[in-house]
């Protein structure tokens, strides 16, 4: 059964920084394609950020590229997502999924399991 666990969420200050961490397991993490995304409320799920396989290549929002960084540590199962800069647009619950194969994408259509998200709460 794949789990995939995330935690690092809170409450912090516009211009405040937070790492969320996903802890995977039930499959070969290293094998999979990884996402993070969120979805504030009255809103749909929206892409934030995706890293291949081996953490060579990563796919940003525009809202968020050059103020988060995500990163996996294939020896540890787990993800990992550097969020600088924060501003109150960016609450939201995000969640971590693990994708069908080994390439980047943004669909949600491609991530067939999620973690039960963490909620990020960016005051003005």
């Known amino acids: 059964q794949v789990q995939l666990v995330e935690s690092g969420g809170g409450l912090v200050q516009a211009g405040g920084s937070l790492r969320l961490s996903c802890a995977a397991s039930?499959?070969?993490?290293?094998?999979?394609?990884m996402a993070w995304f969120r979805q504030a409320p009255g809103k749909e799920r929206q892409f934030v950020a995706t890293?291949?396989?081996?953490?060579?290549?990563?796919l940003y929002a525009d809202s968020v590229k050059g103020r988060f960084t995500i990163s996996r540590d294939n020896a540890k199962n787990t993800l990992y997502l550097q969020m600088n800069s924060l501003k109150p647009e960016d609450t939201a619950v995000y969640y971590c999924?693990?994708?069908?194969?080994?390439?980047?994408?943004?669909?949600?259509?491609?991530?067939?399991?999620w973690g039960q998200g963490t909620q990020v709460t960016v005051s003005s």
């Open positions: 999924a693990s994708g069908v194969g080994t390439d980047v994408t943004t669909l949600t259509k491609n991530y067939p399991y």
């Open positions: 039930g499959r070969i993490f290293s094998r999979y394609a």
């Open positions: 890293i291949n396989w081996r953490g060579a290549t990563t």
